[in-house]
């Protein structure tokens, strides 16, 4: 298990989390609808999470829907004086588990508040806005009527700080004006990296970027060249893939998702795993060889 030491931080809203998170986006059942095969193995990955170390939980409540709020207020409540715990809205499931924009600001009101509910809050620490755009990739448009919204509910008490999800650098400008961002959600990993500028932008303001789907998401990353890099430095080729995450930019955080206790183990180990410049070269030539296709 990873023992943490304070290089290991960054501050989201003002208070230094660890940069191993855990997202609880898998604690759902199959296609993250319905409830998990295995309730008492969620609750005990959440456990081992936090006693672990972590101190970042990444959920939603339309994840189920409800399902993995439930679980970790079942799991967690009273919370740990240091956890905290970003949830996002903008969405909501359809009754075959599709994915449905929900952007107006009833939408988002109503979100936030079912998030208050089945996690057992009073206030939200970060609440992040999610753009739908093309479901995995941002596309342009104004957001700020949903970031008003979010400013909103914050005047009210309800969210303490506001962050986004799937958005572009010219929607992350427009949102500033609205409100202070403290962090940023997007797809981003060793081989999906069209926010390399976004990410170099975010860390110069000292804002967190998240990355969602770290490992590849539903589509696992898979490369000869990371599976014998892997090799070389005696860890799985997902641990150099969180690895590499780490070394990118130190205002990288990770909300790595799992159910099973030992992947959640192998995730932490990564935090530990040293990569030289050689090995960081090696691993570039990944996006490279996919930019050439």
Same mark, same amino acid.
């Given at each position: 298990m990873s023992n943490f030491t304070p290089v290991d931080t960054f501050r989201l809203a003002g208070?230094?989390?660890?940069?191993?998170?855990?997202?609880?986006?898998?604690?759902?059942?199959?296609?993250?609808?319905?409830? %998990?095969?295995?309730?008492?193995?969620?609750?005990? !990955?959440l456990r081992e999470a936090v006693a672990a170390g972590?101190?970042?939980?990444?959920?939603?409540?339309?994840?189920? %829907?409800?399902?993995? +709020?439930q679980i970790i207020r079942e799991a967690l409540h009273p919370y740990p004086d240091d956890l905290m715990i970003v949830t996002k809205v903008g969405a909501v499931r359809g009754n075959d588990g599709s994915w449905l924009p929900a952007?107006?600001?009833?939408?988002?009101?109503?979100? !936030?508040?079912?998030?208050?509910?089945?996690?057992?809050?009073? !206030?939200?620490?970060? *609440? +992040?806005?999610?753009?739908?755009? /093309?479901?995995?990739?941002? /596309? $342009?448009? /104004?957001?700020?009527?949903?970031?008003?919204?979010?400013? $909103?509910?914050q005047r009210q008490g309800l969210v303490r700080h506001i962050g986004l999800s799937n958005v572009t650098s010219t929607q992350v400008a427009e949102a500033q004006v609205i409100a202070e961002i403290v962090c940023v959600q997007n797809q981003y990993n060793l081989v999906q990296r069209e926010d390399e500028a976004l990410v170099d932008?975010?860390?110069?303001?000292g804002i967190a970027y998240v990355p969602f789907f770290p490992l590849g998401?539903?589509? %696992?990353?898979?490369?000869?060249?990371?599976?014998?890099?892997?090799?070389? *430095?005696?860890?799985? %080729?997902?641990? !150099?893939?969180?690895?590499?995450?780490?070394?990118?930019?130190? +205002?990288?955080?990770?909300?790595?998702?799992?159910?099973?206790?030992?992947?959640?183990? $192998?995730?932490?180990?990564?935090a530990q795993l040293s990569l030289s410049e050689a090995v960081l070269a090696e691993l570039d030539t990944i996006r490279q060889a996919g930019a050439e296709h």
């Open positions: 208070r230094p989390v660890r940069r191993m998170g855990y997202g609880a986006m898998q604690l759902a059942g199959p296609g993250v609808f319905g409830p %998990p095969k295995d309730r008492d193995a969620a609750l005990a !990955v972590v101190n970042h939980i990444d959920t939603s409540d339309f994840y189920g %829907p409800h399902v993995t +709020n952007a107006e600001p009833k939408d988002i009101e109503r979100g !936030v508040h079912d998030n208050l509910r089945n996690l057992g809050l009073d !206030v939200i620490d970060v *609440v +992040n806005m999610r753009i739908m755009g /093309s479901i995995h990739a941002p /596309s $342009e448009g /104004s957001i700020a009527k949903q970031v008003e919204a979010l400013a $909103e509910l932008e975010l860390a110069a303001k998401g539903f589509s %696992p990353i898979q490369s000869s060249v990371l599976s014998t890099v892997a090799q070389t *430095v005696g860890a799985t %080729p997902m641990q !150099v893939a969180l690895a590499w995450l780490l070394h990118r930019s130190p +205002n990288i955080l990770l909300i790595p998702g799992t159910s099973s206790l030992g992947h959640l183990r $192998e995730n932490m180990q990564a």
